[in-house]
């Protein structure tokens, strides 16, 4: 089992920046590759980042790139995403998401992950 739980979101400006993190807990950290998606409010999840176990590999949607910065610290168990030049279309509410079954690749698809956290609400006004 694992255990992910996510901070960071918030209100800001288009052009600001912002922190998220996941802190992970139960299963061992380095044990597991992990992703960003997000969801927009009658939309559907969509891929944002992910990262292999060991930070190696790291993949990007196209909508984020250049922009947005993924990356995981085995000690503490954090996962994060620095997010810069927020535009309005980023508002969304952010997952962080576990795969326990190929810690070495960095990927996409939704239906890969087998852990969840609850998400949080970044909003970004115009």
């Known amino acids: 089992q694992v255990q992910l739980v996510e901070s960071g979101g918030g209100l800001v400006q288009a052009g600001d920046s912002l922190r998220l993190s996941c802190a992970a807990s139960?299963?061992?950290?380095?044990?597991?590759?992990m992703a960003w998606f997000r969801q927009a409010p009658g939309k559907e999840r969509e891929f944002v980042a992910s990262?292999?176990?060991?930070?190696?590999?790291?993949d990007y949607s196209d909508s984020v790139k250049g922009r947005f910065t993924i990356s995981r610290d085995n000690a503490p168990n954090t996962l994060n995403l620095q997010m810069n030049s927020l535009r309005p279309e980023d508002t969304a509410v952010y997952y962080c998401?576990?795969?326990?079954?190929?810690?070495?690749?960095?990927?996409?698809?939704?239906?890969?992950?087998?852990?969840w956290g609850q998400g949080t609400k970044v909003t970004v006004s115009s």
């Open positions: 998401a576990a795969d326990i079954t190929r810690p070495w690749v960095a990927v996409a698809a939704v239906e890969n992950y087998d852990y």
């Open positions: 990262i292999n176990w060991n930070g190696s590999t790291k």
């Open positions: 139960g299963r061992t950290f380095r044990q597991y590759a």
